[in-house]
Nanobody, 116 residues
Framework: QVPLVESGGGLVQPGGSLRLSCAAS????????VAWYRQTPENQREMVAR????????NYTDSVKGRFTISRNDARNTVYLQMNSLKPEDTATYYC?????????WGKGTLVTVSS
């Protein structure tokens, strides 16, 4: 069983919004920091946002600050990434994982394409 399943990606125009979801198969989020990462074919995987245990603290990479919001719902074993004011440079495959990430938890990701 895949531990983490990402969804919600798609094609959106610049300036648009998407909400990504990451569902865990078990309570693996419950006592861990969780993060969203993204990767393009040209670049290494980078952390985009992370949320602390309980959701009280969040951190973002500079390029998405003020546009993206990470949140978690531990009762539903789900983490979200609300992405607003999307830019073409946000185009990537987005993954969720713990922070620091666990190798065996990488899923297939969800592709976000920002293009007019």
């Amino acid at each position: 069983q895949v531990p983490l399943v990402e969804s919600g990606g798609g094609l959106v125009q610049p300036g648009g919004s998407l909400r990504l979801s990451c569902a865990a198969s078990d309570r693996i989020f419950r006592y861990a920091y969780v993060a969203w990462y993204r990767q393009t074919p040209e670049n290494q995987r980078e952390m985009v946002a992370r949320v602390s245990i309980g959701g009280g603290s969040t951190n973002y990479t500079d390029s998405v600050k003020g546009r993206f919001t990470i949140s978690r719902n531990d009762a539903r074993n789900t983490v979200y990434l609300q992405m607003n004011s999307l830019k073409p440079e946000d185009t990537a495959t987005y993954y969720c994982n713990l922070y620091p990430p666990r190798l065996t938890y990488w899923g297939k990701g969800t592709l976000v394409t920002v293009s007019s």
